[in-house]
Antibody, heavy 121, light 108 residues
Framework: EVQLVESGGGLVQPGGSLRLSCAAS????????MSWVRQAPGKGLEWVAN????????YYVDSVKGRFTISRDNAKNSLYLQMNSLRAEDTAVYYC??????????????WGQGTLVTVSS | SYVLTQPPSVSVAPGKTARITCGGN??????VHWYQQKPGQAPVLVIY???DRPSGIPERFSGSNSGNTATLTISRVEAGDEADYYC???????????FGTGTKVTVL
């Protein structure tokens, strides 16, 4: 059974940093692209970033470029999102998702339950 | 940037058919995927590659895509289908996934 479990969310002040983790199990992690998607309270889904199987390609939504970094450790079956210079508008539930295709017509077939990030003073 | 437009809400009686549209410029040339999200839960993939169903998704869910509109159709609607639905594509011009604005389906 595919499982994705996010952790690392919490309350952080504007300008602060946070590192999210996603522990994957039930599939060959190193064979899949992976994505982060977020959802602000009461709002729709927004894709944040994704990363290729070997980490050689990464893509980001414009609003987080230069502030967020996606990475992975295939030996630990883990996905990460380093978030720096956080803003109030980054407040959201962050989901990790298995990414089928990752580039050009890809989709997200399994999702974690999400971790809440709140940016507030 | 590429924009996907969905109606904010669709209401349907039990047993009837719900159709949720997803509009985008020449979306028929892209592969469209659909997600269902119930309150407090993570999204679930219900349609990929325009019209394919993942295992475990009822045949009542179907999809189509042509021209400037993709459509998710839910036949014989049940109370359990009440949820938010999102379409999604990959936008090659900006190298990013794009989600639609979302549609809340209410079962009357």
């Amino acid at each position: 059974e595919v499982q994705l479990v996010e952790s690392g969310g919490g309350l952080v002040q504007p300008g602060g940093s946070l590192r999210l983790s996603c522990a994957a199990s039930g599939f060959t992690f190193s064979s899949y692209w992976m994505s982060w998607v977020r959802q602000a309270p009461g709002k729709g889904l927004e894709w944040v970033a994704n990363i290729k199987q070997d980490g050689s390609e990464k893509y980001y939504v414009d609003s987080v470029k230069g502030r967020f970094t996606i990475s992975r450790d295939n030996a630990k079956n883990s996905l990460y999102l380093q978030m720096n210079s956080l803003r109030a508008e980054d407040t959201a539930v962050y989901y990790c998702a298995r990414d089928v295709g990752g580039y050009s017509s890809g989709w997200l077939d399994y999702w974690g339950q999400g971790t809440l990030v709140t940016v507030s003073s | 940037s590429y924009v996907l437009t969905q109606p904010p809400s669709v209401s349907v009686a039990p047993g009837k058919t719900a159709r949720i549209t997803c509009g985008g410029n020449n979306i028929g040339s892209k592969s469209v995927h659909w997600y269902q999200q119930k309150p407090g839960q993570a999204p679930v993939l219900v349609i990929y590659y325009d019209s394919d169903r993942p295992s475990g998704i009822p045949e009542r869910f179907s999809g189509s895509n042509s021209g400037n509109t993709a459509t998710l159709t839910i036949s014989r609607v049940e109370a359990g289908d009440e949820a938010d639905y999102y379409c999604q594509v990959w936008d090659s011009s900006s190298d990013r996934y794009v989600f639609g604005t979302g549609t809340k389906v209410t079962v009357l």
